[in-house]
């Protein structure tokens, strides 16, 4: 399978712990999308990458949040000192730059879970 | 308010119904895309609008720039069209996604 892959796929952790979630994008995707997602909400954007360029933040990203993209293929996105309100659906996305639609394609999501 | 609004939240539909969604934004756009989101969180880009009108199968798709605007209609629906749907823009001059809270659609045969 050629999709965007997430990992872990499930997370549970403590809060104060930190994490780290992978983003596996579709070969030769240049562009690379990190969205949070809480039950009945839509997808929020965290951040976004062009190769390995961060090139665009949310606020919502604050000082606990990290993302990589060191090659400009996988990604990591890091949630150090977690707390409850960061339970969500974590959703990584890749599209390439020759596509003038922009389509993106969505991974299955890190759902994280702090206790 | 939210800058993607979609209506309606939740929709019942008998099979063949003609269905149609809606999505108002408040901000300037450079695109607008619907994404098709079923339980267990799959997401499956539907389409993407800069202006005029989309058609893929049963499903069409509008965008009035001027309105800020942007309908998704659904011919013959079927239950497997059961699945939430959400309207996504790019905000203009950035890279950003805003999305609407989705529209929850189910389908009965």
């Known amino acids: 399978d050629t999709g965007v892959s997430q990992d872990p796929r499930h997370k549970i952790t403590k809060r104060g712990q930190n994490v780290t979630f992978r983003c596996d994008p579709i070969?030769?995707?240049?562009?690379l999308y990190w969205y949070r997602q809480t039950l009945g909400q839509g997808p929020e954007f965290l951040t976004y990458?062009?190769?390995?360029?961060?090139?665009?933040k949310s606020r919502l990203l604050s000082d606990r949040f990290s993302a990589e993209r060191p090659k400009g293929s996988f990604s990591t996105l890091e949630i150090q000192r977690t707390e409850q309100g960061d339970s969500a659906m974590y959703l990584c996305a890749s599209s390439s730059l020759a596509s003038l639609a922009n389509e993106q394609f969505f991974g299955p999501g890190t759902r994280l879970t702090v206790l | 308010k939210n800058e993607v609004e979609q209506s309606p939240q939740n929709l019942t539909a008998q099979e063949g119904e003609f269905i149609t969604i809606n999505c108002s934004y408040s901000v300037g756009i450079s695109a607008l895309h619907w994404l098709q989101q079923h339980p267990g969180g799959g997401i499956v880009s539907l389409f993407m609008l800069s202006s005029g009108k989309k058609k893929h199968g049963r499903l069409i798709a509008t965008i009035n720039i001027q309105e800020k605007h942007s309908s998704l209609h659904i011919t013959a629906s079927h239950p497997r069209d059961s699945a939430v749907y959400i309207c996504a823009v790019r905000s203009s001059g950035t890279y950003k996604y805003i999305f609407g809270t989705g529209t929850r659609l189910k389908v009965l045969a």
């Open positions: 990458f062009q190769n390995e360029a961060q090139l665009e």
């Open positions: 070969s030769e995707h240049n562009r």
